[in-house]
């Protein structure tokens, strides 16, 4: 059946050569191949970025091309938290604050790398490119500058207006000082690279409300908006020790330093500016306000338990307080003050006031006399019996000396020759 046995014999051989031929080049690339790819391990990964890829000054800056493209163009080498990938090239390696291209110190307000410098260096303009011409970020690239801020601004987003807030300007003004201002709002806080003027709601640049800041009976008093923020809201423009600091103003001038007491006469009983007599006229409230609803501290941190006893009441130890032989007995207080000294705390009329304890309990009333002080009858507390026992002198301290008045303003002689 086989016409050429021949023919068939050296068609196998010649295709058994092709075989063996084709191995011998197929061995032979493999091994080029193989010679190749041990040449390329010992040589460093191509870098595949362009020329001028580091260089701020060229068209090809690294920083241009994700202006343009977004941060997502790097993740595919540098992986999706920048940190390496496939490139085994961290952004972090350059970029403290990482893909941001951020320094380190960039949320660090102390840093003198803070955002906050660099915008009020360089403006808001430049923080754009990465989150926006709204500041509300961009898609794949940076985040909204309202997570932290009210905008570009650089304002916490709430309770910048809001006096009773810990993010209230004017406290933030006041403990990081006006120089913090004036980054943005300018050396005169009339705008500087904000565009808005401090003035535009402030008459000055201290902040203070043009009215009332003086005024004890207006809302916008200085010792009430102290009440609520504490010391530190004058520590920042009167200094540290509030002697004048960056406002040039000492709180000295018109107090005992930040207490807001009088600058003498505050411990002096004699005195028209004693505390006992400012506390009883303006009433126990006003205290209250920076020694706290307990007097026990409060804002400013001294408590009235610490002179007195008694507490709030100012009183000395009852002891004292209600034993006519004593100094410190009250009539004597009354002698030297006058009926004033009572009126703040027992009321006007002396029934009871913020004290909630009439004078009519013990006495006829503001007088201090008994209430049975004309009633013959009345033993003890007879005036006449009471000035037997104890002498005439005992009546001078409220009649005077000349018993014709005095502080009491009732002259004996009314009703004595």
């Not at 209250?288 to 610490?306: E, N, Q, V």
Request: hydrophobic residues 25%; contains cysteine.
């Amino acid at each position: 059946m086989i016409n050429n046995p021949l023919g068939v014999v050296l068609s196998m051989r010649t295709t058994t050569l092709g075989l063996v031929l084709r191995s011998v080049t197929l061995l032979a690339a493999a091994g080029l191949l193989a010679a190749g790819c041990a040449d390329r391990k010992e040589l460093e990964t191509p870098d595949t970025h362009v020329e001028g890829w580091m260089d701020p000054a060229s068209s090809q800056f690294h920083g241009a091309k994700i202006e343009n493209v977004n941060l997502i163009s790097c993740q595919d080498c540098h992986g999706a938290d920048y940190k390496g990938g496939t490139s085994q090239v961290s952004c972090y390696k350059c970029h403290a604050g990482g893909p941001s291209g951020h320094p380190g110190g960039w949320m660090d307000s102390t840093s003198t790398h803070f955002h906050g410098l660099a915008v009020a260096a360089d403006g808001a303009a430049g923080c754009t490119v990465c989150h926006g011409e709204d500041y509300r970020g961009k898609e794949n690239n940076g985040s909204s500058c309202y997570l932290c801020h009210n905008g570009p601004s650089g304002h916490p987003a709430s309770g910048w207006l809001s006096k009773t807030n810990a993010n209230f300007h004017g406290l933030v003004a006041s403990i990081r000082g006006l120089h913090d201002c004036a980054q943005c709002h300018g050396t005169d806080l009339s705008g500087g690279t904000s565009g808005a003027s401090c003035k535009s709601c402030h008459q000055n640049p201290s902040g203070h409300p043009a009215t009332g800041w003086l005024d004890q009976g207006s809302d916008k008093f200085h010792a009430k908006r102290m009440s609520v923020t504490g010391l530190g809201y004058c520590a920042g423009c009167h200094g540290a020790d509030y002697k004048g600091g960056e406002s040039g103003v000492s709180c000295f001038q018109c107090h005992n330093g930040p207490s807001g007491h009088p600058s003498v006469g505050w411990l002096d009983k004699t005195n028209a500016s004693f505390h006992g007599l400012a506390a009883s006229t303006r009433g126990l409230p006003d205290c209250a306000t920076c020694h706290g609803s307990d007097f026990k501290g409060g804002s400013s941190g001294a408590s009235c338990y610490t002179c007195h006893g008694a507490g709030p009441s100012g009183h000395p130890a009852e002891a004292d307080w209600l034993n006519s032989a004593s100094p410190r007995f009250h009539g004597v207080r009354v002698s030297q003050t006058g009926t004033q000294y009572c009126a703040g705390c027992h009321g006007a009329d002396f029934k009871g006031g913020y004290a909630k304890v009439s004078c009519y309990t013990c006495h006829d009333g503001p007088s201090g006399h008994p209430a049975r002080w004309l009633d013959k009858t009345a033993g003890q507390d007879f005036h006449g019996t009471v000035v037997t026992q104890s002498g005439i002198n005992s009546c001078l301290p409220c009649h005077g000396q000349d018993l014709s008045g005095g502080i009491s303003g009732v002259a004996c002689t009314q009703c004595h020759r």
